[in-house]
């Protein structure tokens, strides 16, 4: 399952990017973030994702995206 972190999130469209760890950036909407608690996102929150096929956009798709806790050092 891929990982990167949140490039950019606009609230009010429901739409942002993921830098991927390979340096990809991949579009997902806010409908993708997979979570049991309420979905919150912000940028530089490192998450997994999965690829989803979308013949209608040009860069890769994000589907299933779930942050990932980070301990702090």
């Known amino acids: ?3 990167g972190k949140i490039k950019w999130f606009n609230q009010q469209i429901g739409a942002g990017f993921i830098r ?3 340096g990809e950036n991949v579009f997902f909407r806010f409908s993708a973030i997979y979570s049991n608690e ?3 996102i912000r940028r530089g929150q490192c998450v997994s ?3 989803a096929k979308n013949l209608k956009s040009i860069s890769p798709t994000a ?3 779930k ?3 980070t301990m702090p050092v």
Do not use: C, G, Q, R
């Open 38 to 40: 309420p979905k919150t």
């Open 20 to 22: 991927s760890d390979e």
């Open 63 to 65: 589907a299933n995206v």
């Open 67 to 69: 942050t990932l806790i």
């Open 1 to 3: 399952m891929p990982t």
């Open 49 to 51: 994702f999965d690829i």
